[in-house]
Nanobody
Framework: VRIAESGGNLVQPGGSLRLSCKTD????????ISWYRQAPGKERELVVS????????NWLDSVKGRFTVSRDNVENTVALQMNSLKPEDTAVYYC?????????WGQGTQVTVSS
């Protein structure tokens, strides 16, 4: 199983970033894919989850209207488009793949929003 996040960077407030989660080694369509984030000194929190069959989503309230998510069930990837970034979005962003029986995590990618 491979889960690899990319796209994190330093960006100014109001800027945009696009994170990518590339996966391999499990039946992608059968898994809920989620983005989590963890800021220094805080617990890991769910940003968004997207289901396999119908791409139903569940969002963290503070990012609604600023972030969008999409999944490609052919390329086995999920993208998180983040717009209007705020300093409080600074965190390590993790990709998670979850089924009824398994849960896999990536290593994370750092997003820093600062002027």
């Amino acid at each position: 199983v491979r889960i690899a996040e990319s796209g994190g960077n330093l960006v100014q407030p109001g800027g945009s970033l696009r994170l990518s989660c590339k996966t391999d080694g499990f039946p992608f369509r059968s898994y809920v894919i989620s983005w989590y984030r963890q800021a220094p000194g805080k617990e890991r929190e769910l940003v968004v989850s997207i289901s396999g069959l119908h791409s139903d989503t569940n969002w963290l309230d503070s990012v609604k209207g600023r972030f969008t998510v999409s999944r490609d069930n052919v390329e086995n990837t999920v993208a998180l488009q983040m717009n209007s970034l705020k300093p409080e979005d600074t965190a390590v962003y993790y990709c998670n793949a979850r089924s009824h029986s398994y849960s896999y995590w990536g290593q994370g990618t750092q997003v820093t929003v600062s002027s």
